[in-house]
Nanobody, 123 residues
Framework: QGQLEESGGGLVQSGGSLRLSCAIR????????MGWFRQAPGKERELVAV???????NYADSVKGRFTISRDDAKNMMYLQMGSLKPEDTAIYYC?????????????????WGQGTQVTVSS
């Protein structure tokens, strides 16, 4: 088992919904920043959504109004509720965590990663 583990990916039709979960198997007390990234074939890994321990959130423009990130520190879990899915949302989705809120949009600043879960949206 890895330190972070995603679940909930799959195949869904355009307009459908999925909920991704991230189980965090390390102490979260210092993990102020939790994020969801995605990587499509031939593209760079990009930030989808991020949430801080203070409750602040940020989203990629492409998912605003469709996706919602949340965390449950008591359960060591993070979630990404995805709605109104589009074919361009197709990618491998990764959860990631780190201590600092600084530079939260840059993958290289994250200390812990899951193995990824595939999300495929058919047209």
């Amino acid at each position: 088992q890895g330190q972070l583990e995603e679940s909930g990916g799959g195949l869904v039709q355009s307009g459908g919904s999925l909920r991704l979960s991230c189980a965090i198997r390390i102490s979260i007390h210092s993990l102020n920043t939790m994020g969801w990234f995605r990587q499509a074939p031939g593209k760079e890994r990009e930030l989808v959504a991020v949430i801080g321990s203070h409750g602040s959130t940020n989203y990629a423009d492409s998912v605003k109004g469709r996706f919602t990130i949340s965390r449950d520190d008591a359960k060591n879990m993070m979630y990404l509720q995805m709605g109104s899915l589009k074919p361009e949302d197709t990618a491998i989705y990764y959860c990631a965590c780190k201590g600092s809120w600084i530079d939260y949009s840059f993958p290289r600043t994250y200390d812990y990663w899951g193995q990824g879960t595939q999300v495929t949206v058919s047209s």
